[in-house]
């Protein structure tokens, strides 16, 4: 038996996400621009689907734009609000690689980084703040919930020095949305990034949030679709997917986030009474219900990713986006954990389709794999 605890990495669509994408894949097959009537009807089930993403994040249908996933909607929204500006953007350190990569492309050009520490457990310190050079900030953006460590940031102190100053704020909720109840007008941010595959969606679709009466400036182009913001005929069926993965998470959120709390607290426990020596990174009370980053001291973090591969077990060292790197994770450097803290560490995080029947066998493997290699 193959147990996924990896599910911040991806996650499997519903039987009724799948259903719905190749339903509506073969009866809204036409272009959504197109004005005959296999156009309306692709029109509005692509129109529906933009008004159940509000609906669930409390934004209007206006402000969602369909992306190809979180990536995506973080470039957009960066490169759009740093075209044709100069100046010094602000963010945590050791963000997702959509958002370190695309700030590399900014300082090459002539952008400089303000970077926020991290206390122990990877929240921003609360000090932090009171250093920012804000008449240089032109650009802020942060995860509300972090890839690597699950840990939840509190939006509302950047938020409301950025709207003092008039700086846009992007929010990467990539993370965040489908686990945790996300409010994008509560939040205060400019824009906000999701992706359909972390919530048991299709993959290649996702959604940049953009508040409205925000000018954002666009950086592709060939066409007026999404409000002239992502050029590209629409992909209806895959936003169709991911509003269905949405709504059924929404409707249901309340179980499933009991479930994956629970699972995750057992797996915790667990681990701590067979597995000790062992040390959580980051906060234990501001983290996503589903996330466990944990460090088995004195073994390598790769051998063991390695190792329980072989025993069915699928974890991760960190996202995804940033694998085949035999570093430590750079939030850990971050928060100043140990080196050897830091390399003996694996991420696990758990779905709502996990069984409490899993979560024990994977306890036990992963006991006598912790035990073996410490024993080498």
């Known amino acids: 038996m193959r147990i996924d605890l990896d599910h ?3 996650t499997r669509p519903l039987p009724e996400v799948i259903e719905t994408v190749a339903r509506v894949s073969a009866e809204a097959y036409a272009n959504p621009g197109s004005r005959h009537a296999a156009g309306r009807k692709a029109r509005q089930i692509l129109e529906q689907a933009r008004e159940t993403v509000a609906d669930v994040l409390n934004a209007s249908p206006q402000e969602v734009v369909f992306t190809s996933g979180g990536t995506e909607a973080t470039n957009l929204a960066l490169l759009g609000f740093a075209a044709g500006r100069k100046g010094t953007i602000l963010l945590p350190p050791a963000e997702h690689p959509a958002t370190e990569e695309t700030v590399k492309n900014l300082l090459s050009n002539g952008w400089k980084r303000h970077t926020l520490p991290l206390d122990a457990e990877g929240r921003i310190l609360g000090t932090a703040y009171h250093e ?34 008039g700086i846009p704020l992007h929010v990467d909720a990539v993370q965040a949305v489908g686990k945790i109840d996300v409010d994008f007008h509560t939040l205060g941010a400019t824009t906000l990034a999701l992706g359909a595959h972390k919530f048991h969606g299709p993959r290649g679709i996702g959604a940049l949030l953009i508040h409205e009466g925000t000018l954002l400036p666009a950086t592709q182009f060939g066409g007026h679709q999404e409000s002239g913001h992502r050029p590209g005929t629409e992909c209806v069926a895959l936003a169709a997917g991911m509003a269905t993965a949405l709504r059924l998470w929404h409707d249901d959120r309340e179980q499933r ?10 797996l915790q426990a667990g681990l701590t009474e067979q597995c000790a020596p062992i040390v959580i990174n ?33 974890v991760s060292l960190g996202s995804a986006c940033a694998s085949g790197s035999s ?22 995080s758990v779905g709502f389709d996990n069984t409490l029947e899993e979560l024990e066998t994977a306890i036990n493997r992963i006991t006598a794999t912790v035990k073996r290699l410490r024993n080498k």
């Open 8 to 10: 911040n990495a991806t």
């Open 282 to 314: 980051g906060s234990q009370e501001d983290r996503l219900p589903n996330t466990l980053n944990i460090a088995f001291p004195g073994i390598d973090g790769d051998a063991l990713l390695v190792a329980l591969d072989l025993e069915g077990i699928c």
């Open 327 to 348: 570093e430590p994770a750079p939030v850990l450097m971050a928060m100043n954990v140990p080196r050897e803290i830091a390399i003996a560490s694996v991420r696990l």
């Open 132 to 165: 920012v050079p804000w008449s240089e900030i032109k650009l802020a953006t942060l995860l509300l919930a972090h890839n690597e460590t699950g840990v939840l940031q509190d939006i509302t102190p950047i938020a409301s020095r950025c709207a003092e100053h």
């Open 257 to 266: 986030t009991a479930h994956i709390r629970a699972l995750r607290d057992r």
